[in-house]
Nanobody, 123 residues
Framework: QVQVVESGGGLVQAGGSLRLSCTAS????????MGWFRQAPGKEREFVAY????????NYADSVKGRFTISRDNPKNLMYLQMISLKPEDTAVYYC????????????????WGQGTQVTVSS
């Protein structure tokens, strides 16, 4: 069955770095657009970044542009989010998601979701 699992979250001081990982199985990973989303306390789930099936096309929310980098390793069914210069406002549960290969910033267009990993950035 389909499984999407995030890891790498934790507690970090402002200005620090974390790398989130997402491992996927049960579908043809290389055919899917992959995205990262986050949900902060009391907020709606929001787009963070996406990457096209072959990795050639990426897109970032303005709030993370220049600080976060999305990447993927299709032979290993892995996707990453490298986060640097973290800010307290980055605190959220981060979710990995897969869609059919149509790029989108909308959560509703993603088919498979992980359970999330908590990122907490202290001031």
């Amino acid at each position: 069955q389909v499984q999407v699992v995030e890891s790498g979250g934790g507690l970090v001081q402002a200005g620090g770095s974390l790398r989130l990982s997402c491992t996927a199985s049960g579908f043809t990973f290389g055919f899917y657009n992959m995205g990262w989303f986050r949900q902060a306390p009391g907020k709606e789930r929001e787009f963070v970044a996406y990457i096209s099936p072959n990795g050639a096309n990426t897109n970032y929310a303005d709030s993370v542009k220049g600080r976060f980098t999305i990447s993927r390793d299709n032979p290993k069914n892995l996707m990453y989010l490298q986060m640097i210069s973290l800010k307290p406002e980055d605190t959220a549960v981060y979710y990995c998601a897969a869609s059919s290969p149509t790029l989108s910033q909308r959560p509703s267009e993603y088919r498979y979701w992980g359970q999330g990993t908590q990122v907490t950035v202290s001031s």
